[in-house]
């Protein structure tokens, strides 16, 4: 079983050991050391809010349905490769699947997530 992991445990280390490596030389090498005291900017403006502030619960709402689009396509790329292969029933069950997914973004809709009033 150990003589199955060892080629991804030496990348791992190597990887880790790559990271460290550089993230120290670009340290020794810099010009500054990294300014604490400057307050991020957006255009040059000073921040009108805590970095840290809370989000709109209507957010978690938008991510959610950003989410379930997000996972149709991830079904439907493999799908296209297959549905030459299934024939008609991989048809199907995508349709049933897109349906599936409809009636969540109509209760979206129905619910009021869509608004933005």
Avoid: C, N, Q
Avoid at 39 to 53: Q, R, W
Avoid at 93 to 117: D, H, I, K, Q, S
């Amino acid at each position: 079983m150990v003589d199955a992991l060892t080629p991804a445990l030496v990348l791992l280390a190597f990887g880790v050991f790559l990271v460290a490596g550089l993230r120290t030389l670009a340290r020794a090498v810099s010009i500054a050391p990294p300014l604490t005291d400057v307050l991020p900017h957006a255009g040059g403006l000073p921040p009108l809010e805590h970095p840290v502030s809370r989000f709109h619960v209507r957010w978690y709402v938008v991510t959610m349905v950003f989410l379930a689009f997000d996972m149709e396509m991830i079904f439907m790329y493999p799908w296209t490769l297959v549905v030459a292969r299934v024939g008609p029933v991989a048809v199907v069950e995508m349709f049933g699947f897109l349906a599936l997914l409809m009636a969540g973004v109509l209760y979206a809709w129905r619910e009021g997530a869509l608004r933005w009033t």
